[in-house]
């Protein structure tokens, strides 16, 4: 070991310090769990949970009712009493998946039935249309497509329904229109 990393830890032990690279690693898990026992029984449920290096915790949390500041404290404050920040430090963000963000669960494509969303598949299919049903095994919207009618010189738009199961969806993102 050089002088300087020598100097370094003695310097980092005396303080009572850890270095970074040193820090207990706060798992996806023990915040899943922590996160799932204070919204058991409300209308909250959790979307994503990330853990990044550093201890750097955000957790994306949803309602079917929507989701307010004080909810996001609340789980905020729960999670924040589970740990000692003299042994883990952390960083810690509660917020709503925020607009424009994919749907990632299903509860969220339940919320969302009845608004317009973009539908990109596994196979490179493009949709827009209205979410009319989700089910166990995926999505059905509906959308309208130009489409040569028999007895018509023009294409016309024509009502279509897709089913799309949930393994072929790559991403489904909800349409934000402010008119």
Same mark, same amino acid.
């Given at each position: 070991m050089?002088? +300087?990393?020598? &100097?370094? +830890?003695?310097?980092i032990?005396?303080?009572g310090m850890k270095p970074l690279f040193f820090l207990d690693m706060?798992?996806?898990?023990?915040? %899943?769990?922590?996160?799932? %026992?204070?919204?058991e029984r409300t209308s909250l449920f959790l979307v994503e949970v990330k #853990?990044?290096?550093g201890n750097a915790i955000e957790?994306?949390?949803?309602? =079917?009712?929507?989701?307010?500041?004080? %909810?996001?404290?609340? #789980?905020? &404050?729960?999670?924040?009493?589970? +740990?000692? &920040?003299?042994? %883990?430090?952390f960083s810690?963000?509660?917020?709503s998946p925020g607009v424009g963000k994919p749907l990632l669960v299903r509860r969220q494509f339940h919320k969302n039935i009845g608004r317009?969303?973009?539908?990109?598949?596994? =196979?490179?299919?493009?949709?827009?249309?209205?979410?009319?049903a989700v089910t166990e095994e995926g999505i059905e919207i509906t959308y309208e497509e130009k489409e040569a009618v028999p007895g018509k010189k023009t294409k016309q738009w024509v009502e279509k329904k897709q089913n799309i199961p949930f393994n072929n969806l790559k991403e489904t993102k909800v349409v934000v229109r402010f008119n």
């Open positions: 050089t002088i +300087f990393a020598e &100097r370094f +830890f003695k310097t032990k005396q303080r706060i798992t996806v898990e023990q915040i %899943e769990k922590l996160v799932l %026992e204070k919204i #853990v990044r290096p957790i994306a949390l949803d309602g =079917d009712e929507g989701l307010t500041v004080e %909810e996001c404290k609340k #789980v905020s &404050r729960h999670v924040e009493s589970a +740990f000692d &920040r003299e042994v %883990e430090d810690l963000e509660v917020s317009t969303v973009k539908v990109k598949t596994n =196979d490179q299919l493009k949709f827009e249309g209205e979410l009319v």
